[in-house]
T-cell receptor, first 113, second 118 residues
Framework: DQQVKQNSPSLSVQEGRISILNCDYT??????FLWYKKYPAEGPTFLIS?????DKNEDGRFTVFLNKSAKHLSLHIVPSQPGDSAVYFC????????????FGPGTSLSVIP | GAVVSQHPSWVICKSGTSVKIECRSL??????MFWYRQFPKQSLMLMAT?????????EQGVEKDKFLINHASLTLSTLTVTSAHPEDSSFYIC??????????????FGPGTRLTVL
């Protein structure tokens, strides 16, 4: 039972264009969402997060949008750079067990120079 | 800041032996550390949550007698895979959460340990 879904296993984008990574969740108790970036043979590194009281959070080239009614969030990277090529994990936690973060399966992003 | 290390980064062992993996927070105190397992091309699966000075909380389906977790200090947690078998081969990743970091406290991940059981 996958509570956090990332339906696109991979995505290719031209350098300079926008990358949009999507994430859907099923657990309505989730109220805090995070995006992590992971290179091969390394641990994930935190990118950006959003609380359910917001619908948008921006940090430099990265923006996360949250649509609670649709249980959907997306990560926008503008402009995309070759160094952004990595696997991106969407993750979520709930108030009742906020130490427990549930990860999605990841989307592998390739930014083509 | 907020660096988490793991040792070893890669280990190969024979079936039936035990392997210990260390996770250290190098520049901060971590009251809570987490152990994840990642299969190829799959997500990170939380195995257990470890709080300093107390017993670890294991996720459903994770054998606590097989995966022994010790969190003896605010900077060190260890995962011991006992009597390892080939199906235990995986990428094990730890993370640490800063003490008193509150709800928004992020987890900082180690680089992972690749375990191969022959």
């Amino acid at each position: 039972d996958q509570q956090v879904k990332q339906n696109s296993p991979s995505l290719s984008v031209q350098e300079g264009r926008i990358s949009i990574l999507n994430c859907d969740y099923t657990n309505s108790m989730f109220d805090y969402f995070l995006w992590y970036k992971k290179y091969p043979a390394e641990g994930p590194t935190f990118l950006i997060s959003i609380s359910s009281i917001k619908d948008k959070n921006e940090d430099g080239r990265f923006t996360v949008f949250l649509n609670k009614s649709a249980k959907h969030l997306s990560l926008h990277i503008v402009p995309s750079q070759p160094g952004d090529s990595a696997v991106y994990f969407c993750a979520a936690s709930s108030k009742t067990s906020y130490d427990k973060v549930i990860f999605g399966p990841g989307t592998s992003l390739s930014v083509i120079p | 800041g907020a660096v988490v290390s793991q040792h070893p980064s890669w280990v190969i062992c024979k079936s039936g032996t035990s392997v210990k993996i260390e996770c250290r927070s190098l520049d901060f105190q971590a009251t809570t550390m987490f152990w994840y397992r990642q299969f190829p091309k799959q997500s990170l699966m939380l195995m257990a949550t470890s709080n300093e000075g107390s017993k670890a909380t294991y996720e459903q389906g994770v054998e606590k007698d097989k995966f022994l977790i010790n969190h003896a200090s605010l900077t060190l947690s260890t995962l011991t895979v006992t009597s390892a078998h080939p199906e235990d081969s995986s990428f094990y990743i730890c993370s640490a959460r800063m003490a008193a970091s509150g709800r928004a406290g992020r987890q900082f991940f180690g680089p992972g340990t690749r375990l191969t059981v022959l």
